[in-house]
């Protein structure tokens, strides 16, 4: 069985930072791509950063510029680092995990920005 447990969520004010992280435990011994998903009030669950097991990058338009997106192999922990917050950047944030051919949410963390 895998688990994702997410850290690093919380309120901040408009132009801050925060630095999400999710690690994985149980059953592991290969992970392929790893992201970040985020989903507010009323919307769809929206891409914002992905990384790839070799360590290629993709990010959400909205976020290019402010939003880095980095693993840790060892760890089993992918984290995305946020700067220059806005507003529209409040959302419950959700870790993503491929491996063995399936998916793995976390259980989502609550980002809230304030103007």
């Known amino acids: 069985q895998v688990q994702l447990v997410e850290s690093g969520g919380g309120l901040v004010q408009a132009g801050g930072s925060l630095r999400l992280s999710c690690a994985a435990s149980?059953?592991?011994?290969?992970?392929?791509?790893m992201a970040w998903y985020r989903q507010a009030p009323g919307k769809q669950r929206e891409l914002v950063a992905s990384?790839?097991?070799?360590?290629?990058?993709n990010y959400a338009d909205s976020v290019k510029g402010r939003f880095t997106i980095s693993r840790d192999n060892a760890k089993k922990t992918v984290y995305l680092q946020m700067n220059n917050l806005k507003p529209e950047d409040t959302a419950v944030y959700y870790c993503?995990?491929?491996?063995?051919?399936?998916?793995?949410w976390g259980q989502g963390t609550q980002v809230t920005v304030s103007s």
């Open positions: 993503y995990v491929s491996m063995y051919g399936s998916d793995y």
């Open positions: 990384i790839s097991s070799g360590g290629r990058t």
């Open positions: 149980g059953s592991i011994f290969s992970i392929n791509a």
